[in-house]
C-alpha cells in the first residue's frame, strides 16, 4: 500500500519544483531556525518553574507553555514545509512568494506577545499578539488558499486543503476566543471552544500537513506518480472532512443558540464531532505509515521519527479517551503532552530534519554526519514529563526542562552540521 499521500498524475520532474522558484530561500530559513528556539523556550519555563505548568490544565502557565510548543514549534515548521513542499506537490508557483518573510515578521512577535499574555504577564500583550497574527495570517492564506484553487483533480492537494482550511478554522477561533483571554467575553463555554480549537489544529492543520509531508519525504527515487487515489486516502480524506466541519457546525449552531449543549455534555458533544479525524489521524494515517515503513525497498530518511510517531498516535486517542472520563487535570495535561510533544512532536522532528537538509545542505537525501542522539532525547523528554505530570514532581518538571535545552542544542548542530556539508559532493 503506498502512503497517503502518494497519488495523482504528476512525474517526478514536476514533483520536485525547485524551491528557488517558488518562495526564497532565506524567507523560510527564520521559520526553520525558529524550531530550536521554541523548544528552548519550553525548556526554561520547566527548568524554572517546575511542576507549575504541569498541575493545571487552566492555568496561565499551561496555557502559556502550550502555545510556545503549538505555535513556536509546530505551527513554524508546519508553515516553513507548506511553503517548501507545496509548490512540488501542487505542481504550481505560489503567488508572491516573498510574503513568506512578512508572515514570519508578523507572526513571531505575535507568537511571543500571545504566550506573554496567557502565561499571566498582563492583558495588553494578548491583543497586541491578535493585532499582529491576524494580519500575518492573512499574508499566509491569502498566497495558499489561490494556489489550492483549482486542485480538486490533484490527489497531492488533498491533505494541503484540508491542513490549510483547518488551520483557517482553528486560527479563526483562536483569535476569538483570545479576546475572552484578554478580559472580554468569550464567544461560548470557554471548554468546549477551547476543545474544538485543539482539535480541528492539531487533527487538520497538523495531521494534513504531516501526510502531505510524509508523502513527500517517503517517496522512492524516480517512483512515478499514481492515477488513481488509494481506499485508504479517499477514507482520509472523507474522515478528516468531516471532523473538522463537524466540530465548526457544533460552535456555529452554540454561538446562533440554534442548539445548546448542556454543561455537563459539552466535551462529549465536541468529543463526537471530531471523532471522524481522530480515527483518521490517530488510527489511519499510522496504519499506513507504517506500513510504508516496512518497505525496504523504498528507505524512508528518518525513519525512527515517523515509526515513533505513528507508534503514539492511537495511544494518545486513548490517553484522550481517558481524559473525557477522568475528572483529574493531570489526565488533560498527559494527553496534551502525549498528542503535542510525541505525536506531533515527532513527525515536526522528521519534517525540521528534512527541512534542514533541503533549505541548509542543499541535499534532502544525504544524511548529516556526527552523533545522533536527538530521538533517544526527545523519547526521554517524552517519557520524563509524562513522569513529572502523574507525579506533579519539580525535580522531574526542571529535569525534563534541561533534557528539553539540551535537545535544542542537539537540533541546532544538526543544522550547522547541514550547512556546513552543503559543498561535499552530493550523492
Known sequence: MHSLCLGGGLTMAEFETPLGDEAPRNAVLPFL?????AIACVGVVLLTKGEAPLVNNWSTLTMALTHIGTLGFLTMLTL??????????????????RLAFLVYCLFAPGVIALCLGLGGIAVTPVFVAIGTLFPGLIAFFWPAIAALRGTRAVPFATPLRLAVGSFFAAATIGIWVAHGHGGMKFPGPRGLWLQVHLSIALLGWIGGMATACFGVISRAQHEPGQGTRSIAERWWGHLTLVGISAPCLVLTFQYFGLAEPSPANTTLVGAIAVFPAAVAGFWLQPFVGLHRLRDRSRPVMDAQFWRGAFVLAPIASVAGLVAMVQPEPHWRIAFGWIALWGWAGLIAHAVMRDLSRRLLGGNAN??????????????????????????????????????????????????????????????
Open 80 to 97: 516553513a514545509a507548506f511553503y517548501v513542499y507545496a509548490p512540488g506537490i501542487l505542481g504550481k508557483r505560489i503567488k508572491a512568494p
Open 366 to 427: 544525504r544524511e548529516s554526519s556526527g552523533l545522533d542522539l536527538s530521538y533517544a532525547l526527545h523519547v526521554l523528554t517524552l517519557l520524563l514529563g509524562l513522569m513529572a505530570i502523574e507525579w506533579a514532581s519539580a525535580p522531574l518538571a526542571r529535569v525534563t526542562g534541561a533534557c528539553l535545552i539540551a535537545l535544542a542544542l542537539l537540533q541546532a548542530a544538526r543544522m550547522v552540521a547541514d550547512h556546513q556539508s552543503k559543498s561535499a559532493p552530493r550523492s
Open 33 to 37: 531556525l525558529s524550531a530550536p528556539v
